[in-house]
């Protein structure tokens, strides 16, 4: 039946005027839409989305063009990259082009588009068009990751019309993978990278070294990799990464706009270095190398000069390898240190950092000694810590520390699910994918006094003295850090754990082509 013209116009008026924030409604009763409109499958949340009529917007076919605006280089980039993700996940083979015309798949980074920020975008989409806007080369990048979940799987199909305006709600969203525990290899990190990119996750931070094991080659200091790096929980060989091999970690990370954050963590959890060199040990004698995962019992030696030496020879290597911001000093658990020792050498260290140019972050205890200025603190308690333990992490906020929450009983992806649950530890309890999610990162330590405007971010962190395999590695993080995700860039308004679950739920078939493990927690509807 063909539609007056005038009409249609009125009808995806009326459908546009309907919608509100992040919710595109375009499932309206008797329109025969999918169980879950495209707009309202997206995960992240966008800030804002206005879809018009159901059955509107771009048909994206194998005729389709992807233009580039020629007037920014980046954008050629970001439009080879479409095609390619489009080539493997839709059979599609498209052409791409320069241009500026409104017709195909249109790439645009606007010098005056300053409103959309470091990291928003626009994306609209109509019988003509999927036009993709945005400030910077990153924004770019996050709308083509909206467009990828817009397009249907195989063969194309239509892309959804509106407009998403969209920027994320916290700076810094991150996941740590700890390598040392159980040594992963520089590949199995680049894989975690691109899942997490698609879901606009911006950074990675690697836990290099612990008891258990040193895992990044460091040339003054051989033997950390070398004998150090030849342990790990159990009876497995270990490893290390070449500098090489880290380099190309941070450089394919670059390419989807993720910053490594690498953690050299001191004064504690330095067993392997401690083994690998006796002159770091206060009495002189190297201990064995370490398989097992208690936690607490090293220590560098606080009153050796040598010590100093050595992590400003390991953070200077480490500084010189790394674009990024951040190097992260650990100071976790160093039940073994006194805590004025603790603070004399958490003050040294943090000193070494600034002198490599760079900003330090460090493990929340940092808080109860002296974090030095613009020292980045990431927050892992639980419900249950002592509010004495949080008064000092707010006090630092108050001094203009910026935080980084990772709540163990919610964004630690070691916790068990559940009592079904094979891998993974339960001293924070567990963790199903409702307590993942369901919690506001904004208002967590309000009642210590912690504005919204002192947090940083979101991040969570995967410990590996349990997960040895890739398998168990995604079955555990897999879907939870889709939630972090969704905390770290969702407007607040979106907050809902009904809906949440239900676009989770979507994701899983995009999980499935990916081959991601994921467990198919029971509190998320999965079709
Ligand atoms: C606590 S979080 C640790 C890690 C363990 C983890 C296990 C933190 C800063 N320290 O050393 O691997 O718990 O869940």
Redesign the pocket.
């Known amino acids: 039946m063909r539609v007056p013209r005038t009409f249609a116009a009125l009808l995806v008026l009326m459908a546009a005027v309907s919608c509100t924030a992040a919710h595109g409604d375009d499932g309206k009763p008797g329109a025969t839409a999918p169980a879950l409109p495209a707009f309202q499958r997206l995960l992240p949340a966008p800030a804002q989305a206005r879809a018009t009529a159901p059955g509107t917007g771009y048909v994206l076919g194998p005729g389709t063009v992807i233009r580039a605006d020629p007037s920014s280089p980046d954008t050629r980039e970001s439009a080879d990259r479409l095609a390619e993700q489009l080539r493997a996940t839709s059979g599609l083979s498209l052409m791409v082009v320069d241009g500026d015309q409104r017709d195909g798949i249109l790439l645009r980074i606007d010098e005056q588009a300053t409103a959309l920020g470091a990291e928003g975008y626009e994306l609209t989409s109509d019988a003509n068009a999927v036009t993709l806007t945005a400030h910077t080369p990153a924004g770019l990048f996050y709308a083509v990751q909206t467009l990828r979940q817009l397009v249907p799987a195989a063969g194309g199909g239509l892309v959804q019309g509106g407009t998403i305006t969209d920027r994320p709600r916290f700076a810094y969203r991150g996941a740590m993978l700890?390598v040392a525990?159980h040594f992963f290899p520089v590949g199995q990190a680049k894989r975690y990278v691109d899942q997490l990119a698609q879901y606009k996750v911006n950074t990675l931070h690697v836990h290099l070294s612990?008891d258990q094991g040193w895992r990044l080659a460091i040339d003054s200091w051989p033997r950390l990799a070398e004998y150090g790096g030849g342990t790990e929980v159990g009876t497995g060989p270990g490893g290390s990464w070449s500098k090489e091999e880290y380099r190309s970690l941070v450089e394919f990370a670059k390419e989807r706009h993720v910053e490594v954050v690498p953690e050299i963590?001191m004064p504690g959890?330095t067993n392997a270095a401690l083994a690998s060199y006796a002159e770091l040990n206060c009495d002189g004698k190297a201990p064995a190398r370490y398989r097992g995962i208690k936690?607490g019992f090293s220590s560098l030696c606080v009153r050796k000069e040598v010590t100093y030496t050595f992590i400003d020879e390991v953070l200077g290597e480490l500084a010189e390898l790394t674009p990024g911001r951040y190097l992260h000093i650990?100071g976790?658990?160093a039940h073994s240190t006194s805590a004025e020792d603790y603070a004399a050498f958490m003050d040294r260290a943090q000193e070494a950092v600034a002198r490599h140019g760079k900003t330090a972050v460090a493990?929340h205890q940092l808080a109860g000694a002296r974090p030095a200025d613009g020292t980045v603190l990431?927050y892992?308690g639980t419900a249950t810590t002592a509010p004495g333990e949080k008064g000092k992490v707010a006090d630092a906020a108050a001094h203009g520390h910026p935080l980084i929450l990772?709540p163990?009983d919610r964004l630690?992806l070691?916790?068990k699910y559940d009592l079904t649950t094979k891998p993974g530890?339960t001293?924070?309890g567990f963790v199903p994918v409702k307590q993942a999610y369901d919690w506001d990162p904004g208002t967590y330590l309000s009642g210590s006094g912690v504005p919204e405007s002192a947090v940083l971010g979101v991040e969570a962190?995967l410990?590996t003295?349990t997960i040895a395999t890739r398998a168990d590695l995604e079955f555990m993080a897999f879907p939870r850090v889709l939630g972090l995700a969704e905390l770290g860039w969702a407007p607040k308004t979106a907050h809902n754990w009904t809906a949440y679950a239900k676009r989770l739920a979507a994701q899983g078939p995009r999980l499935d082509e990916q081959g991601v493990t994921f467990y198919r927690a029971p509190d998320v509807p999965w079709s």
Do not use: K
Request: charged letters at 35%; hydrophobic letters at 40%.
């Open positions: 700890d525990r612990d963590d959890h936690v650990g976790d658990e493990w990431q892992w990772s163990a630690y070691d916790m530890l001293w924070a962190p410990w003295e």
